[in-house]
Structures are given as C-alpha cells and as structure tokens.
C-alpha cells in the first residue's frame, strides 16, 4: 500500500515537474530529487532503483547542457561576443520569470509568458551585449534573433529529456 501511495505521489510530482520546465524552472532537477525522496521513503526492492536513479541524473545534467549551450552555440555562429551570450542567458531567465506573471489567464498564460519572456530576453541580451561592444544594428539583430532561435531550441531539448526522464521513472515503477 506505501508503495503505490508513494508512486502516485512520485507521478503527480513529476508531472507539475514537467510542467515546471516551460517556466524555466528546474523540473528536471524536481523529478530527480523526488525520486530519491521516493527510494529513501520505500525501502522496496520493486520498482526503480538507485541505478534508475543514475540513469535519471545522467538525463538531467544532459537536459541542462543543452540548454545552457544552444543559445550561445546559436549566436557564437553569428559571431556573438561572451558578453551578449552571458546577458541573452542572464536576461532570458529574469524575462521568463517576469513573463510568466504579465499574462493573466491560468496556467497557459503563464507558460505562454514564460516561453515569450524567454524568447524576448534572449534576444534582447544579445542584441544589447552586441549594443554595448558597438557591433553594427544589422549584425546586432541577425545575433540577437539566433540567441532567441537558440534558447527555443535549448528549452524544447530540456522538455523532451523532462519527457524522457518522465517516461524513465514511470516505466521503472512496474
């Protein structure tokens, strides 16, 4: 009976977990910390183990290096210098969080103005990283747009291995 209270417990977590990731929060790192509360908790010798739970690390870190790397990998082919890289990082996470409190309709509101908040800061990181170096407005846009175009695709890499991660504990369960 403690194991399936448990497991339930350890979906529904991981399913807000999940979630988590499109306001940029560490859901990943959620999932991973409520399966070693869940292993601690049991003491079963079913279901997932500490080697799941290796697996499930390994997963994570992967989920946040790429992430961490698409956008500047983005811009960098644009000629990006480290400063539009660090303030694209830096204003895309601040943006996000604000974002997801400007749109007011629950629960999608707040995933649409995170993603859009993430989008935007991204952007405009980049494109005043590039502002402040003196780089021409063309080039200044093209490496903005790329920093945006790269932190889309770092987010939806980290939700796909949210996913994975999701599907890993899940599967382990039975």
Request: charged letters at 5%; a positive charge.
């Amino acid at each position: 009976m403690l194991y399936w209270t448990a497991a339930t417990i350890l979906i529904v977590v991981n399913t807000a977990s999940l979630a988590a990731n499109i306001l940029m929060l560490p859901g990943n790192w959620f999932m991973v910390g409520s399966l070693c509360l869940f292993l601690l908790s049991t003491g079963v010798s079913t279901g997932p183990n500490w080697t799941t739970l290796l697996v499930v690390l390994a997963l994570a870190v992967l989920g946040e290096v790429i992430e961490t790397f698409a956008g500047s990998a983005h811009a960098s082919r644009k000629g990006a210098s480290r400063r539009a890289m660090v303030l694209s990082l830096v204003l895309s996470i601040v943006c996000s969080i604000v974002g997801a409190f400007v749109i007011p309709i629950p629960v999608i509101g707040s995933a649409v103005g995170a993603v859009a908040g993430a989008a935007s800061g991204a952007f405009a990181g980049a494109w005043l990283g590039e502002t402040w170096k003196g780089t021409a407005l063309s080039v200044r846009s093209q490496i903005g747009k790329a920093a945006m175009t790269g932190r889309m695709i770092g987010m939806l890499a980290k939700l796909a291995v949210g996913a994975a991660i999701f599907v890993v504990e899940l599967i382990s369960l039975w």
